[in-house]
């Protein structure tokens, strides 16, 4: 367990902990949360394979320009709520290696976001998700994202889910089985440029 670890330390600037062994740790919730400092932080190898909860895991690390997670595997990961909330320097993020089948809530994941402009998340999985509410909420530069792969048919929360995203110029939801959904409260509120927006299957 190395939840908390270093949560709060908001003086931290650098942090070199590549040669922790993580092989057998479960739950990093809040591990760096609101280590509003940090500019560089070095985890490329850890193992997460046993991981199964990362919320709010760089939550508040409002400094940090790059995340290297390439070899991150989430393949057991159920909660990833906040995992980048409020990342509001990074400029980009690569997510391609993630494994999202076991995850549940993905509630305010990309929140305040504020500098990426471009998202690849079209390999995510989201069929036993059941939260996705503010998840891209205040991602204020993002202009396009490709999420005609999402499966949404356990959602029940999309409150503010796309809630301030004033750049987004199209959306393509078409595939989105809302059937579960009982609160969409301001989901598209503030997108003030979406000028296309494909809801036909909506139910």
């Known amino acids: 367990d190395m939840a908390f670890l270093f949560s709060g330390c908001s003086s931290l600037k650098i942090l070199n902990i590549n040669i922790f062994d993580t092989s057998n740790v479960i739950n990093m919730e809040n591990m760096f949360y609101e280590c509003f400092s940090l ?6 190898n850890f193992d997460t394979h046993k ?10 690390c409002s400094s940090l320009t790059n995340i290297d997670l390439s070899k991150f595997n989430t393949i057991n990961v159920l909660n990833m709520e906040s995992m980048f909330k409020d990342c509001s320097s990074l400029e980009f993020l ?16 990309f929140q305040g976001c504020s500098l990426i402009s471009s998202l690849n998340i079209s390999n995510f999985d989201t069929s036993n998700v059941i939260s996705m509410e503010n998840m891209f909420k205040s991602c204020s530069l993002l202009t396009s994202l490709n999420i005609v792969n999402f499966q ?13 995203c004033n750049s987004l110029l199209s959306l393509d939801i078409s595939n989105f089985d809302t059937s579960k959904v009982t609160n969409m409260v301001s989901i598209f509120s503030g997108c003030v440029k979406l000028s296309s927006l494909n809801i036909e299957n909506f139910n």
């Open 39 to 44: 500019i560089e932080i070095n985890i490329r």
């Open 51 to 60: 991981v199964i909860n990362m919320k709010n895991l760089f939550n508040g």
């Open 94 to 109: 690569d997510l391609s290696n993630f494994i999202t089948s076991q995850v549940v809530n993905m509630d305010s994941m």
């Open 152 to 164: 949404t048919k356990k959602v029940e929360n999309m409150k503010n889910m796309f809630s301030d």
